[in-house]
Structures are given as C-alpha cells and as structure tokens.
C-alpha cells in the first residue's frame, strides 16, 4: 500500500510516499480504510526532529520511526478477535499511527462511530484538535454559561474548535486572529474579536475567566492582568522555535505562575478515550460544532501539506485524502 513516511530529519523534502505492507490489526484493533487524515503540528515537529526530545520520543537519530498523521476517518476492513464495538462496513473516526497511507490500525479504545451528516473530511479533521479544545475547556478551563472566555489562536485548528465548543457552553467568546480572520471568526460564534496586528490584548480593559492559549507567543506571566483573580489560563499550544529547555520550561513555568488562592495556569496532554470522541460526534450532530478544513490534499502531496501547516497560517484544519 501507499503511505506518507519520513526519510531522515529535515524540511518538507524528507517526506515521501512509499510502497509499505499493509498493516494486520491485534485482537484489540481494528483495519481501517482511511478515506481522510488531518495534519496536526506534531507531524512537522517530528519531521525536524526538534526540540530534540521529540528524537527520544518517536524514535532514531537518523528518521523518526512513526509516519505522519495521528486523526483518522475511514472505513472498517477486518477487526481483531477481541473487538466487540465495531464491525466490517462501519465508517469510524478517531486515532491510529501512521494515518496518511491507504489502510491504518487503529485501537477499539481510540474510535467511535462517524456521525452519519459528517464527511470522512469533516471526521479526520476531530480528533487531536477537538478533544484538546474539548477537554482543555471543559477538564482544565470549567467553562460554564456567562464565563468570559479569550482564545488566542482562535482560527487555527484548535481555536475554531475552542470557539464553537466554548459557545456551546454558554460563554461569552473573544477570539484573538489576524485582520484577514476577523470576519471568519465571527461567523463561527465569536461574540468579539481581537486583531493581534493591531492589538496586543494582553494590555486590554478586559479580563477573563478562561483563556485558552493556542499559539504562546507571550510570556505566561503577561496574562496575569487579563485573567481575573480565580481565572485559569489553559495552555495548548507551543511556541514554532521550541528547545528541549524550552520545552521544559513551557511545562514548569505555569506550575510556577499558578496560585493556590488564585489563578490558576494549566497544561495537557490530550486522551482519546471512549467519552469524548462520542461527545464530538455529539456536537458535530447537533450542528453545535461544524469541523473547519482549510485544504485538502492528496496522499501524493502529503509533504505539501505538512509544510503548509508549519506555516501556521492555516484556517482551521488541513486534510489528506488517500
């Protein structure tokens, strides 16, 4: 079968579209046709090899062992003697290793059903980016009706999640973009916006309940005037140019910022567990929440793609289609 591989660390040259064995699912997994895949930015980070952790983290120092794309939609082949949530024929949704390639594996644990009114494009683009905004709102952020939320990074993949699913709980949404994502922003449920091009809300009147932070691109401590005293700044983002210091840093300084009395400053690793993608497909049904794609590419132009997300200029979400 086809699937996208890296061939060494690098630029968008290294990856390339190779003939590989069509994987066999264990007793736990099921074999998936893929009809679409999403791009998220680990897949660029793990082409450069940087920060270096991400070496010890996915393997070699010649080429990462993993392949690119972790979101998946596509179509169930063959399923292992232990899976009982899944048959043959059933379009699913969720997350495997290696999703840019023909056919996948994919653990029972890590899908649900596909809404029946979603697109495998619309699905592929859920998973990583939807349960981040998902649970860094609802675990992390306790968004409730009448909470004043910011989402800095609102157009991106994970902030135009963040903004419907935060609406969907009855806040009150700013959402931080440039100029040419204002109009955009608004239309997907923002109640107000802010053009970082022109405006540094970190040093605006308002303050918040919730800020949801897509991007990092100021210091932790400069959101202390915005959030209000038992405010909560939710970190889901990283900085493009991040060292192995800098990564342990960004994941010691909002221990170091938070206050037992007071404002409290998170980070998280996102779970595919067995609620949450159902409560996506949940929100998706109800029209709560609509997936955004920006582009979609071809397997062959794989590379493509992952370059154009490492832009980070993307609207939304970037989709493969095999």
């Not at 794609?293 to 993307?314: F, K, Q, W």
């Amino acid at each position: 079968m086809k699937a996208a591989t890296y061939v060494a660390y690098g630029s968008s040259e290294v990856v390339q579209i190779r003939d590989v064995p069509e994987p066999v699912p264990n007793d736990d997994e099921v074999l998936l046709r893929v009809r679409a895949a999403a791009i998220n930015p680990l897949d660029w980070r793990m082409m450069r090899g940087s920060p270096s952790a991400f070496r010890l983290l996915y393997g070699g120092l010649r080429k990462p062992k993993a392949r690119p794309g972790r979101d998946v939609a596509g179509e169930i082949e063959a399923v292992g003697k232990s899976v009982t949530a899944f048959k043959p024929g059933d379009a699913v949704f969720g997350a495997c290793s290696g999703a840019c390639a023909e056919y996948a594996c994919a653990a029972e644990s890590r899908l649900a059903h596909k809404p029946p009114g979603a697109s495998f494009e619309q699905a592929a683009a859920v998973p990583v980016a939807g349960l981040t905004a998902l649970q860094g709102l609802r675990d992390f952020g306790r968004v409730g009706r009448g909470d004043t939320v910011l989402i800095n990074g609102a157009a991106g993949g994970v902030g135009t999640f963040a903004v419907q699913i935060a609406k969907s709980f009855g806040a009150e949404v700013t959402g931080v973009c440039s100029t040419r994502n204002l109009e955009f922003v608004r239309s997907i449920g923002a109640d107000s916006t802010v053009d970082y091009l022109a405006q540094d809300f970190t040093k605006g009147e308002r303050d918040y309940d919730v800020l949801f932070d897509c991007v990092v691109n100021h210091r932790l401590d400069e959101y202390r005037g915005i959030l209000r005293p038992n405010g909560v700044c939710v970190i889901v983002g990283a900085p493009k140019h991040l060292s192995t210091v800098g990564l342990l840093k960004y994941l010691v300084v909002p221990k170091l910022l938070s206050r037992s009395d007071g404002q409290r400053f998170v980070t998280f690793i996102t779970k595919m567990n067995e609620r949450d993608l159902p409560a996506m497909a949940d929100l998706m049904t109800s029209g709560e929440v609509t997936p955004v794609i920006d582009c979609v590419y071809p397997l062959s132009e794989t590379a493509r793609a992952i370059a154009y997300v490492e832009g980070g200029h993307a609207r939304g979400k970037v989709i493969i289609v095999p």
